[in-house]
């Protein structure tokens, strides 16, 4: 069980360039999510996805765009590139029961992106 | 004012001291409360959750929750170099599966 890869690990883009940062899970969740870590910032929440099919907006939106086609995969796009995204990017998975919240979001080790 | 507030720290304590990690919030709908842990250049890793006011152990950590002041509270016994990692209170109310984080506090053990 690998749980939550992403990729890449880093990778520096030209403003105005675009990119897709890769994100798959292997415990068969139905939520998926996506975050931004600024440095001393806690996490903010871009979108989310509760099914292959099915996606919402976060809190910080503007500038990106994602798509769930499988249940495994979630990846999200940046279509121009921007200073102000410069940040680390973690996908998460996690399970929802009935009606509970799910006890625990597993994270991916994060993708580092540099905007210059 | 912010939903979740965290002491920013950061906090430098001896090995085997004792930790106290602290978060308010205004939200009084907030029912779930978590705790992650972050080493550094990885992804938060899950170390407590509760969704009631009161204590909950686990080994050395101890998560507190008190509603009536929205206040929550991560202690760490025996402290470990290996305890040295950002700590992230996290939290939720109902079926919201969207959870809203603390800026995190980064925490030293020495030894």
């Known amino acids: 069980n690998a749980g939550v890869t992403q990729t890449p690990k880093f990778r520096i883009l030209k403003i105005g360039q675009s990119m897709t940062l890769q994100c798959t899970q292997d415990m068969n969740h139905n939520y998926m999510y996506w975050y931004r870590q600024d440095p001393g910032m806690g996490l903010k929440l871009i979108y989310y996805?509760?099914?292959?099919?099915?996606?919402d907006k976060g809190e910080v939106p503007n500038g990106y765009n994602v798509s769930r086609s499988t249940t495994e995969d979630f990846p999200l796009r940046l279509e121009l590139a921007a200073p102000s995204q410069t940040s680390v990017y973690f996908c998460?998975?996690?399970?929802?029961?009935?009606?509970?919240?799910?006890?625990?979001?597993?994270f991916g080790p994060g993708t580092r992106l540099l905007v210059l | 004012q912010k939903e979740v507030e965290q002491d920013p720290g950061p906090l430098s304590v001896p090995e085997g001291a004792i930790v106290s990690l602290n978060c308010t919030y205004s939200n009084s709908a907030f029912q779930y409360f978590m705790w992650y842990r972050q080493y550094s250049r990885k992804g938060p890793e899950l170390l407590m959750y509760?969704?009631?006011?009161g204590n909950k152990e686990d080994g050395r950590f101890t998560a507190q929750v008190d509603k009536s002041s929205k206040y929550i509270s991560l202690f760490i016994r025996d402290s470990q170099p290996s305890d040295s990692a950002t700590y992230l209170c996290a939290m939720s109310w109902g079926s919201n599966y969207k959870l809203t984080f603390g800026k995190g506090t980064l925490l030293t053990v020495n030894p």
């Open positions: 998460a998975s996690s399970q929802m029961s009935g009606v509970t919240i799910q006890e625990t979001q597993y």
């Open positions: 509760t969704y009631s006011s």
């Open positions: 996805s509760v099914g292959a099919g099915i996606t």
